[in-house]
Structures are given as C-alpha cells and as structure tokens.
C-alpha cells in the first residue's frame, strides 16, 4: 500500500507544531512530548523492529529533516 501525507494532514501538523512550539517554560518538554507521541506511533506500525533499530531509523529521519 502506498499510503503519502496529505496536504490537509501537513497543514494541520503544522498547525498543531505551531501551538507546541510557541516559545513558554514549557515549550521543551512540549517539543520533547511531540517526539514522543511521534515514535510512539512508529513503535506500534513498526512492530517487528528492535529499539536500536526504530532508534536508529528515527534519528536518520530527523538529521534528514534538518538539511
């Protein structure tokens, strides 16, 4: 199956990231959940990966995301 983000779903995750990300006492630990319902998420479609695997993968994703 080939399932591809929408535009209607990138505009409300950057809506939502909006919110999270505005600048408070608590914007680090919302940032930090935001990444954690994220591999939250991964962890349950991506079943039969290993921590170090999932991990590993994530962080590739996230240095990707940055360039």
């Known amino acids: 199956m080939n399932f591809q983000i929408t535009k209607l779903q990138i505009r409300i995750l950057k809506w939502i990231a909006e ?3 505005i ?5 680090q630990n919302n940032i930090i959940e935001y990444y954690k319902i994220l591999a939250d998420a991964a962890r ?3 079943r039969e990966d290993n921590d ?3 991990n590993s993968f994530l962080t590739e994703c ?5 360039k």
Request: glycine fraction near 0%.
């Open 52 to 54: 170090a695997s999932l």
């Open 44 to 46: 349950e479609e991506f």
């Open 23 to 27: 600048q408070s006492h608590h914007h």
């Open 62 to 66: 996230f240095k990707k995301s940055l």
């Open 19 to 21: 919110k999270i990300v």
